[in-house]
């Protein structure tokens, strides 16, 4: 059984495709990278698989069960930007809020939630802004912080919109340190990452995609120069639709 499986997946916005046809299979306990140009879909795809934008067609299974039975076991790191940062809560509140898939809304958070969100704090070296408000944040603090969320959530599949967006050096050491430790246990970690030259250091599989899934598998024998540059070769495929229905 795949840790994540989607299947037939095509996403348009005003009937633009900005998806089409992706299929892909994630094995349980791979750290795998989503690569591609501007545009070509990264954030798209992660958000239909996680029922946040409703796809034309097509479907995602989460060790073989669907977002909705799966939901607790899966924890989502969304783009920076697209958070808005100016909501009064502090640094301390957001990590918590990563524990309410176990305790339930109406429910208070417990002593145990409060020290494994302080735990995660740590982890991240966040735990000295603990109270500080999450709009008095540098990027890369930010980014911490919900890191720290997902780790509190003690999820299975982790699915992170660029996490090393932003951040300065130390904090992507620290990152990338914090995402191969879930790894080595056993879970699987989804980065749509940017920087072609850090993913076979950072990654052991990669999805190479534009539109389409160009392809996708362990780095060694994916992240070919061939596979790189058909990715990236400019965006005439997204204007023309040219390659929609080409047999790759
Ligand atoms: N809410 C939206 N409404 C209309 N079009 C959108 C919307 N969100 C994204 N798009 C368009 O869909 C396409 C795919 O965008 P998406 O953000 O998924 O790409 P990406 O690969 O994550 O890009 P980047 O690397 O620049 O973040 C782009 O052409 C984008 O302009």
Excluded at 42 to 68: C, D, E, H
Excluded at 81 to 89: I, K, L, Q, R
Excluded at 232 to 242: A, I, P
Aim: no cysteine.
């Amino acid at each position: 059984m795949y840790a994540i499986k989607v299947e037939d997946l095509t996403v348009s916005y005003d009937l633009k495709p900005v998806l089409w046809d992706v299929d892909l299979n994630i094995p349980s306990g791979v750290l795998m990278a989503i690569v591609g140009p501007n545009g070509a879909g990264k954030s798209t795809m992660i958000k239909a698989i996680l029922n946040l934008i409703k796809p034309v067609s097509g479907t995602a299974y989460f060790n073989g069960k669907t977002y909705k039975e799966e939901r607790k076991n899966i924890a989502y790191v969304p783009q920076r930007g697209s958070v808005d940062w100016d909501f009064p809560t502090t640094v301390f509140d957001v990590v918590l809020m990563g524990r309410y898939g176990h305790i339930g809304w109406i429910k208070r958070p417990s002593k145990q939630d409060e020290v494994l969100a302080l735990e995660a704090l740590e982890k991240v070296d966040m735990l000295k802004f603990k109270d500080r408000q999450i709009s008095e944040l540098s990027g890369g603090q930010q980014q911490r912080v919900f890191l720290a969320r997902a780790l509190v959530q003690d999820a299975n599949i982790y699915l992170m919109d660029e996490p090393f967006q932003g951040v300065d050096a130390k904090t992507e050491k620290a990152i990338i340190e914090i995402l191969k430790t879930l790894k080595n246990q056993g879970k699987t970690v989804v980065v749509v990452h940017h920087d072609l030259e850090t993913v076979p250091v950072y990654f052991d599989w990669v999805a190479l995609l534009n539109l389409k899934v160009i392809a996708y598998g362990e780095i060694k024998t994916t992240f070919t120069k061939e596979n790189i540059a058909k990715t990236y070769r400019s965006s005439t495929l997204k204007q023309t639709g040219d390659d929609l229905n080409d047999s790759n």
